[in-house]
């Protein structure tokens, strides 16, 4: 009978599929040890013996929006006032994940909004962009989420969001283009129907912030 004599990474493919039938082994792990091997990769080498575990850790890390409830996070945070002027949170740090490639992209979030007799704890709303951006996303989806989220938890008379991202997937792979910026925004309300309101919150984004020093 003829023997079938298997290469170094095809033994390590099949034992890699035994070790995946352990009750008690982390799935995402175990996916990470099988794209290891894939790439043509030794997992059992010094350097990656860990590399599976760090990248579980993390990719629950980036995700952690899906197990985070707006309405819990917003839960004591929105106060009664009689405030008619535009607030502004703007260059909030957020970092996301390319849903078509799983590659980071990250950059700044700006939001306006315009009260409608209650005003939300400022520390809210970078929570909210941390909430939808640590998801698998598209920029485009991204920006929309906060929007209307922020709409309809405020019940705000117009809500402004602009976002500028560098994207992974188009500075290390495709194009190759590191100095690319995508900007989208979603205006919802008077920030849609009125030109003006529109115009202020644009302007005012672009100016000068309380770091510069003016």
Do not use: W
């Not at 099949?14 to 009750?23: Q, V």
């Not at 579980?56 to 409830?69: E, I, L, V």
């Not at 996303?137 to 989420?145: G, K, N, S």
């Amino acid at each position: 009978m003829a023997k079938v004599v298997l290469g170094s990474r095809a033994r390590r493919l099949r034992a890699s599929s035994r070790e995946e039938t352990s009750t008690d082994q982390d799935p995402v792990e175990a996916l990470v040890t099988q794209l290891l091997l894939h790439v043509g990769e030794a997992p059992e080498r010094n350097g990656l013996l860990n590399t599976p575990k760090r990248v579980a850790k993390a990719m629950r890390f980036m995700t952690q929006g899906y197990r985070q409830d707006i309405d819990h996070l917003l839960n004591g945070a929105l106060f009664p006032i009689e405030y008619d002027e535009m607030v502004i949170v703007k260059d909030i740090d957020f970092f996301s994940m390319c849903e078509h490639h799983l590659l980071p992209f990250f950059g700044k979030c700006h939001v306006g909004y315009l009260p409608n007799k209650k005003v939300v704890g400022l520390s809210k709303i970078p929570r909210v962009v941390d909430a939808f951006s640590r998801r698998l996303q598209v920029q485009e989806r991204l920006t929309v989420q906060i929007a209307e989220t922020l709409k309809k938890k405020l019940n705000a008379h117009g809500v402004g969001v602009v976002m500028e991202a560098r994207h992974l997937c188009m500075m290390m792979r495709g194009v190759e283009k590191q100095n690319t910026v995508a900007v989208s925004s979603s205006m919802l309300g008077v920030f849609r129907t009125q030109q003006q309101t529109r115009e202020e919150f644009l302007k005012l984004i672009r100016g000068s912030s309380v770091r510069d020093g003016s």
